[in-house]
C-alpha cells in the first residue's frame, strides 16, 4: 500500500499562484500520518489532490492497492433536518451498526444523539461529522482539522481508538498542533512552499499507541526536526 506523487505541479485558477511545482513524494502505508505545514501553503490542495476531489493538476498519482479515499473536514456540516442518530442510521451500512454504537460512545455523542446538528457545539459537531466516515468503507481517510474544538482527552481517545480499529488502512491528519502530530503519527509530511525544494519532506514521528508513554525530550526532538524542516 502507497500513495506517490510524481512530479505534480498545480496553479490556482483565479490568481494563477503556483502552489506546486514538481512535487514528489512516495508515502507507504498503512499508519496515522500528518501534513503538517503553515497556513495557506497548500495542505488541503494536495489532501484534495490525493483524495481525488481535486483534478487540475498536471503530474501522476499513484495510489497501489488504495481504491477508496475519504476527505473529511471541520467546517463540514450535517443536513439539520433530523436528529444526528437517524443521520447517521441511515447512512451506516448494515455491517456497521455495532461500530457506529461504538463510536457514539467514545466520541461521547449519546446525550446529544437526539439533537440536530445546528444544536451541537463545535467539538461535538466536528466528531458527529467524523463518525460518518469512520463507519463507511476506505482504504484511506483524510482529517483536515477534523478534530478541531474537541478536547485535548477525547481527541487522544479518538485517535488511540482509530489507530487500534484500522491498523490495515492509511490516514493523513492535518493539525496546526506540532505536539499533536510529533506524539501521535507516524510520518509528518512537512509541506513548503514552492520556492524550497523539496516540497514535501518526511519527519518521523513517534507513532505513540497508547503503551509506552514518549518522554518529553524525545517529543520536543521531534517538533525541532519537523519546525527546522518548515
Known amino acids: ?53 481535486t483534478t487540475s493538476f498536471t503530474g501522476s498519482l499513484d495510489k497501489k492497492d488504495i481504491s477508496r479515499i475519504l476527505y473529511t ?4 456540516r450535517l443536513p439539520n433536518w433530523s436528529s444526528i442518530g437517524d443521520h447517521l442510521s441511515a447512512i451506516t451500512p448494515a455491517s456497521r451498526i455495532k461500530a457506529l454504537e461504538e463510536w457514539i460512545e467514545i466520541f461521547g455523542l449519546g446525550p446529544v444523539i437526539r439533537s440536530r446538528y445546528s444544536q451541537l457545539s463545535l467539538g461535538q459537531q466536528n466528531r458527529a461529522n467524523l463518525t460518518r466516515y469512520l463507519v463507511q468503507d476506505f482504504d484511506g481517510l483524510i482529517m483536515d482539522e477534523s478534530l478541531a474544538n474537541v478536547d485535548e482527552t477525547t481527541k487522544q481517545q479518538i485517535i488511540l481508538k482509530i489507530k487500534r480499529e484500522f491498523p490495515d ?9 506540532v505536539v499533536e502530530v510529533a506524539r501521535f503519527c ?11 525544494q523539496p516540497q514535501v519532506i ?29
Not at 518521523?204 to 525541532?224: A, R, S, V
Request: hydrophobic fraction near 35%; charge should be negative; proline fraction near 5%.
Open 1 to 53: 500500500m502507497h500513495i506517490e506523487l510524481n512530479s505534480i505541479n498545480f496553479r490556482h485558477e483565479k490568481t494563477d499562484t503556483s502552489v506546486f511545482q514538481n512535487t514528489n513524494y512516495r508515502m507507504e502505508g498503512p499508519g496515522f500520518n500528518a501534513l503538517f505545514g503553515p497556513s495557506g501553503v497548500g495542505k488541503t490542495t494536495l489532501a484534495k489532490i490525493i483524495a481525488g476531489e
Open 73 to 76: 473536514y471541520n467546517l463540514e
Open 169 to 177: 488502512k492509511i490516514f493523513l491528519y492535518i493539525s496546526h498542533n
Open 186 to 196: 507516524k510520518d509528518i509530511l512537512v509541506v513548503r512552499r514552492p520556492a524550497k
Open 202 to 230: 518526511k519527519v518521523p514521528g513517534f507513532d505513540y499507541k497508547g503503551e509506552e508513554e514518549p518522554g518529553q525530550e524525545t517529543i520536543e526532538h521531534i517538533m525541532l526536526e519537523i519546525m527546522n524542516a518548515s
